[in-house]
């Protein structure tokens, strides 16, 4: 009674393709995230070039640099979609097989037997799969001078995922313009979300990212110019998002300290600022007592929570900016 079912059972095993399409947004982008568990970035890839630029081999992660293969790039979104569409299709191939046992079953009844008994397949009408939803245009779009690959983010990107380059003026300069349209793009959010709750949270989020994304920039922009003088020994792995370190770095390389490029007021700011971006980082806003020692901040106790407001992440970005252009002044051949 069940051949058709059986059969199609026997079909089914092994390793099967099913093929799914990803919609991309009205200006033709994908959105892809970051394989890397530390990292889980997302970003969109202008659709053209994911196909026809981006390697299926290496895809480079724009924030982070992680490298991986072309298909483990989907978004959370993206892979439910494919598990409900892979399955969907199973269900589908099962469900015809079993409507074509009830008609054969049914076929076979004699018609005009004092007892007849049919079968019926009760088949509730397919949910139709569309591709997740696309998330809001991505605010900041850069083109890659390396290789023309067309990709998006919200907030900083350091690395073009085709190729990997790494323009560090161009980068930087495109990831604090990137925080600033976040920063500039908060009242849309608060009006785009009716629960006030998910708006604070999500605008809180939005300000503490772009308080880290700028140490980041300033981080990866310092260690380009300091990788001009390459005379010196490489400086150990993140010494660029420690002041003083990096500020020691640098007086080697140039005989300039950082309190040659801005004030004392613009240091103790931008002291206060990196020690809140390692809160964030490492202690989820946490304040400690190395905290309170390295920065002076008395506002705060060890063990309350650290509040970024907009206003001092875009002060920490203005700073960034003058000391970043004072650096690169003097890595300047004459």
């Not at 089914?12 to 982008?29: F, M, N, P, Q, R």
């Not at 613009?266 to 007592?289: C, K």
């Amino acid at each position: 009674m069940f051949d058709e079912l059986l059969r199609e059972l026997r079909r089914l095993e092994g390793t099967h393709k099913v093929s799914v399409s990803i919609a991309s947004d009205a200006d033709g982008y994908l959105d892809r995230e970051c394989p890397s568990e530390e990292c889980q970035f997302e970003f969109k890839v202008h659709d053209d070039d994911w196909r026809d630029t981006v390697r299926d081999e290496e895809v480079f992660c724009p924030f982070c640099g992680h490298t991986a293969e072309s298909g483990d790039w989907c978004t959370q979104e993206q892979a439910e979609h494919l598990k409900k569409a892979a399955l969907e299709h199973v269900q589908q191939r099962i469900g015809r097989a079993m409507n074509r046992d009830a008609e054969n079953w049914n076929r076979s009844q004699p018609s005009r037997s004092f007892i007849s008994m049919t079968m019926s397949v009760n088949s509730r009408p397919q949910q139709i799969l569309l591709p997740p939803a696309a998330a809001d245009p991505m605010r900041l779009k850069i083109t890659c001078p390396a290789c023309a690959c067309r990709y998006a983010v919200i907030g900083a990107a350091f690395f073009c995922p085709a190729c990997g380059h790494n323009a560090s003026d161009l980068m930087f300069s495109q990831a604090i313009a990137g925080i600033r349209n976040a920063l500039d793009a908060l009242p849309s959010v608060r009006a785009a979300i009716p629960d006030r709750d998910a708006a604070d949270t999500t605008v809180r989020l939005i300000i503490e990212n772009g308080l880290q994304n700028a140490v980041t920039a300033f981080q990866r922009y310092a260690e380009a110019l300091y990788a001009r003088f390459p005379s010196l020994s490489a400086p150990r792995r993140n010494a660029f998002q420690n002041l003083k370190e990096g500020s020691e770095l640098w007086n080697g390389a140039t005989g300039k300290p950082y309190s040659a490029y801005i004030d004392a007021a613009e240091q103790a700011a931008l002291i206060r600022y990196f020690q809140q971006r390692h809160l964030l980082a490492h202690r989820q806003g946490l304040v400690d007592d190395d905290y309170v020692t390295r920065t002076g901040d008395t506002t705060y106790r060890p063990g309350q929570h650290l509040v970024v407001r907009e206003s001092p992440v875009r002060e920490c970005l203005s700073i960034v900016e003058t000391l970043i252009a004072a650096m690169a002044s003097d890595t300047m051949t004459p």
